[in-house]
């Protein structure tokens, strides 16, 4: 792969600062401060209710999916009862997903110009109920948080948050793990073709596959997924 001299300059050296907190336990109670990397649920390569860390695109195609994920600037408090687990997250300015220029190899739609103005904007939130058995575990999300690609008006980028409601199950039978997510997104903005701006409508998200581990046979994972608008 040739890539232009330009693209190859600007990134060979690119470094990404993705994580810097700082988390103390009260109790049953863990509060975490600062910029920080987010997981909920189990897919690997379809996400859906993993709602709260953007990606960089730069590395989308090869990297690991733990790999591309990009600490945002967080304040969140982690409350452990039995074996339930709650998640409450602030995110005082939200971030997005880091996009990449014209010539990239793993390049968007996005011109240059428009990657030029990409900011961070808008405040975020969300919640988190985790339940966990022996070989089973169920989870809720809920909360109001941005769709991390921006939506294109004119020579302009906006990006719009979303009301979220969502569930995930996973179900343990060695060598198996079996899992499925789902999430609605309430009024999440489409982009028009003629980048005039966006129409809103209800989506519905899914996923269902599974994770194979065996020491002679290798590591497998398997997921579909799919979107439905309404």
Known sequence: EKDSNAIQKRYEL????????????FGDTTLTVGKSIVTWGKADLSTVIDIISP??????????PEEI???QNLIKLD???ANNEFNFIIVPIASNNIQTETGHPYATALSKNWVDKQKDEGSE???????????WEMSV????????????VGTEQTWKSNSVLGAGFNYSQDPFLWKT???????RPMQKMDFSGSQAKDSFKGMIGFDYAHKNYGNWTVEYSGEKLF
């Open 14 to 25: 690119d470094t990404i600062f993705r994580e810097l907190y700082w988390k103390k336990a």
């Open 79 to 81: 409350w452990y009862q």
């Open 69 to 71: 994920k990009i600490g």
């Open 141 to 152: 999300v809920t909360g109001n948080v941005h769709q991390r690609d921006p939506i294109i």
């Open 125 to 135: 939130w969300a919640i988190r109920w985790n339940q966990t058995h022996d070989n």
């Open 55 to 64: 990606i960089d695109n730069s590395g989308s195609l090869f990297a690991k």
């Open 181 to 187: 997510e789902i999430l609605l997104i309430k009024d």
